[in-house]
């Protein structure tokens, strides 16, 4: 591992495409295999060089797969990108193999971690007391609760050290809000925030003439069945309450009467089976699919053969790659289901007059990715080469083991959100552009694509992937720095983003729906 890493880097045997490792020139002669090539243009950092004559039409692969077809005529040894590269609709088949099962490793070999055992059996990596908003009315009063204690975190720190803190979760819908699923996403993110295992206890608040009232999320979720070992939560609104004033007072004391029994948690070694892990890639670049997402893949797939549960998710940034997962499903049942959202998010993106290709972004561009089917077949590395379990709605409870995938969109702090509203307890986020994305409640590991991402945005990234590309370390050295560090972070180690106090503004529930 330690010779010099040539030039360029080819994916798969039959691929179009190479990547630069670095900076190539215009005229640079590469070795590429038993093959000298010409570069005729200047090839940036992570962007693909044509391997061979494309014709004008022709498919373009990388991965082995599609990522486009050429514009134009395309000559070997050119800059490949959006000036010759495009996406156009293609039949993806896919064939899924019998019914099976996740193999897992035995109790006796399971590494341990520390967390939270909460009632019911749920772990927890964190120890926070919630203070949730049902509609926007609400939310500066829910702030206002949350910056008492934040005011005085020396003194609540001294008398409550065994918690977290106070975090307030707001957002900007919640009033006239159409029915049905939009209803009932909204439904499933604030109760899931109610009941993640990173919440020891919680106050709920609301105006009191909205449309989604509290009593609905009580009645729908059952947040007043109360299990052995909870706290008992408090439900507010400032009508009732009299006001903005005593509605802030009316908080500050209800969670001031959850403090002990939160401060009463202790850490206990747990298997790491009990980790439900959200996986996200955000402010990606070509080597996303090189580097960070599949180490996160070696990573996911150890922690599934020891028992534990991986989710991937952000819909749209499977397009083109959905096969892949497919034919990798445990049944035809759980192939569908992926199938059937891929196809929602075509006649959704139909009906708003858009393209899923509008993902990549412009920093996914810069970055090297071309077509969403590129930035796709990079993405779904995250998952590793597990067996697809189960398919979620957004939001929805995560009750399998395994790697399943959830409904959400690609924006990064909507669908993270979906995850943390569905279980996750510890997250880890791939970026190549330099996201410094924070979770609460749930800790969120990023990890670097490139060695001079991590080097010169080293405060906010946790993990080096970019060795994999300098050659220095392989694809599973990596990953299994990762799981090491999602061991420790489940076990109380505080991530960069937790040390810079970030993750209050991320969360985002996804809004459907007109705004009326």
């Known amino acids: 591992m330690n010779a010099k890493p040539p030039p360029v880097l080819v994916l798969r045997q039959g691929d179009d495409v190479a990547i630069a490792r670095r900076p190539i020139r215009l005229g640079e002669q590469l070795k590429v295999g038993g093959d000298?090539?010409?570069?005729?243009?200047a090839i940036p950092s992570g962007h693909k060089i044509a391997l061979k004559d494309v014709a004008d039409g022709?498919?373009?692969k990388k991965y082995g797969q599609v990522i486009g077809f050429a514009r134009c005529a395309i000559a070997k040894g050119s800059h490949i990108h959006l000036h010759n590269l495009e996406m156009r609709l293609f039949s993806r088949p896919f064939v899924t193999g019998p019914a099976r099962a996740v193999a897992y490793y035995g109790d006796s070999e399971t590494p341990r971690f520390q967390g939270y055992l909460r009632a019911g059996g749920a772990l927890g990596t964190r120890n926070y007391i919630a203070v949730i908003s049902n509609v926007?009315?609400?939310?500066?009063?829910?702030?206002?609760v949350r910056d008492h204690f934040r005011q005085r975190s020396a003194e609540y720190s001294r008398d409550f050290p065994h918690v977290d803190g106070v975090i307030a979760f707001t957002h900007k819908?919640?009033?006239?809000i159409q029915p049905g699923e939009p209803s009932q996403i909204l439904h499933r993110v604030l109760a899931g925030i109610a009941r993640h295992p990173n919440i020891s206890g919680y106050v709920m608040m609301g105006l009191g003439c909205e449309g989604n009232q509290l009593q609905f999320i009580r009645r729908d979720f059952g947040l007043d069945n109360i299990k052995p070992g909870e706290s008992e939560p408090s439900f507010l609104t400032i009508q009732a309450a009299g006001g903005t004033r005593k509605s802030v007072e009316a908080g500050i004391k209800a969670v001031e009467k959850l403090l002990p029994a939160a401060n009463a948690a202790r850490r206990s070694p747990v298997s790491i089976s009990k980790l439900i892990l959200a996986e996200n890639c955000g402010g990606s670049d070509a080597c996303s699919g090189i580097t960070a997402n599949p180490a996160l893949g070696w990573a996911s797939d150890e922690l599934i053969r020891h028992g534990g549960t991986s989710v991937l998710a952000e819909t749209p940034e499977i397009y083109g790659a959905e096969h892949l997962l497919a034919e990798r499903a445990t049944s035809p049942e759980v192939a569908n289901q992926l199938i059937g959202f891929v196809r929602w998010w075509e006649e959704h993106?139909?009906?708003?007059?858009?393209?899923?290709d509008n993902n990549p972004s412009f920093g996914n561009k810069e970055g090297g990715l071309t077509t969403i089917f590129e930035k796709s077949l990079g993405a779904i590395a995250k998952g590793g080469q597990s067996p697809l379990a189960a398919i979620y709605k957004y939001a929805e409870p995560i009750l399998s083991r395994g790697l399943c995938f959830m409904d959400t969109p690609g924006?990064?702090?909507?669908?993270m959100t979906g995850l943390v509203a569905g279980g996750c307890n510890v997250g880890v986020f791939t970026t190549g552009r330099g996201s410094v994305y924070g979770c609460k409640p749930m800790p969120c590991i990023k990890v670097a694509t490139t060695t001079p991402l991590f080097e010169w945005m080293n405060e906010d990234m946790d993990l080096n992937a970019g060795t994999i590309l300098d050659g220095t370390e392989s694809v599973a050295d990596v990953g299994r720095r990762i799981l090491e560090k999602i061991i420790l972070v489940a076990s109380g180690e505080k991530t960069k983003s937790e040390l810079a106090g970030l993750g209050d503004e991320e969360f985002a529930p996804w809004i459907q729906g007109p705004t009326l």
């Open 36 to 41: 000298t090539l010409t570069t005729l243009d």
């Open 58 to 60: 022709e498919p373009v």
């Open 136 to 144: 926007n009315c609400s939310a500066s009063v829910s702030n206002y």
């Open 173 to 176: 819908s919640g009033c006239v």
């Open 349 to 356: 993106v139909r009906i708003h007059g858009c393209s899923i």
């Open 411 to 415: 924006f990064d702090p909507v669908s």
